[in-house]
């Protein structure tokens, strides 16, 4: 029999991951032989267990402070599959939802962190359960200080792909316990469902937000840009976003799949050619150093979540 899975703060986020771990098990909503780009490379693949496997979900809870948030919430899950529409909302009563769950992901904004777990009887409900946060800036020994020594905290941080399953997901390392490979198992599950995922020291934490939470942002700049440059030379604003699109999708699938950037680049650069002389343009506004200190940037802020003594 799988386990329940509650999401507390069940946001844009939180809708994201329940929507594909969903998916991935409701087996009404996926076509035959549909395999996920990412299976042939060196990520990880979407899982393919069933609701009677341990590490898979066989209960969703969501939780929601307005009753607005829930009417919402029923609007999304209807228009899923079946499994969605089992999912239940719960208003206003957190510690009822993970009195009755096995898995709790956090998923509300950092400031509010302390105050739900601080919630009356909420520290016994997590009791030797598995609490994932997603919470930018807000540390392991903060969560771990708000909750019972025997409650395994984890970190977590998707970015916002999640929601077509094309994310990326960070996870801390998995504590020592009795049931750490139960544990790893159930997270890889849960995050392998909505793209790929990868385990990381904490340390390594803010720098994640910043390249591939807040990175999505970044990436639109630039494409954005390189469609208003096809606008520019005349072609359809449509058509441009297109081009711009698959042709950042394409680059990225085929570094994932093994190549290097570098080796990309030069394949499409020849002598005296188009392609040289706009990377030479690119040099010359730095764009390459300018990119790479909005990552250092975005990472000294992502620092800053969650400190109240820093908003």
């Given amino acids: 029999m799988g386990y329940t899975l509650c999401v507390l703060g069940c946001g844009t986020m939180g809708i994201a ?65 079946v499994l969605a529409q089992n999912i239940e909302i719960f208003v206003s009563q957190n510690v009822q939802a993970v009195q009755q769950s096995d898995v709790v992901i956090l998923c509300c904004k950092p400031q509010s962190a302390h105050s739900i777990l601080s919630e009356p009887s909420m520290q016994k409900a997590l009791d030797g359960k598995l609490l994932i946060s997603i919470l930018a800036g807000v540390t392991i020994s903060q969560l771990s200080s708000w909750v019972l020594p025997s409650t395994k905290v984890i970190r977590a941080m998707p970015n916002t792909p999640c929601k077509i399953r094309e994310g990326m997901t960070n ?64 072609l359809p604003r449509a058509e441009a976003l297109e081009l711009a699109s698959q042709t950042l999708q394409g680059a990225a699938r085929m570094v994932l799949q093994g190549q290097h950037p570098a080796q990309i680049r030069d394949a499409v650069t020849t002598p005296g050619g188009c392609t040289i002389a706009g990377l030479l343009a690119l040099e010359d506004g730095r764009v390459r150093s300018t990119i790479a200190r909005c990552i250092q940037v975005a990472t000294e802020r992502a620092s800053e979540l969650g400190q109240p003594n820093k908003q």
């Fill in 171 to 234: 996870v801390s390392t998995i504590p020592s316990s009795a049931s750490e490979e139960l544990d790893g198992a159930i997270i890889l599950n849960i995050f392998s469902s909505i793209g790929r995922c990868r385990f990381l020291d904490e340390k390594h934490f803010d720098a994640c937000t910043a390249l591939s939470g807040s990175g999505p942002a970044f990436a639109c700049i630039f494409l954005e840009a390189m469609a208003d440059g096809g606008v520019m030379m005349g």
């Fill in 17 to 81: 991951i329940l929507s594909g771990v969903v998916d991935s098990l409701d087996v009404s909503r996926i076509p035959n032989n549909l395999e996920k780009w990412e299976s042939h490379t060196p990520g990880t693949v979407t899982p393919t267990g069933s609701p009677s496997d341990n590490t898979a979900p066989s209960r969703f809870l969501a939780c929601v402070q307005r009753e607005v948030s829930a009417v919402k919430l029923k609007g999304v899950f209807a228009s899923m599959g």
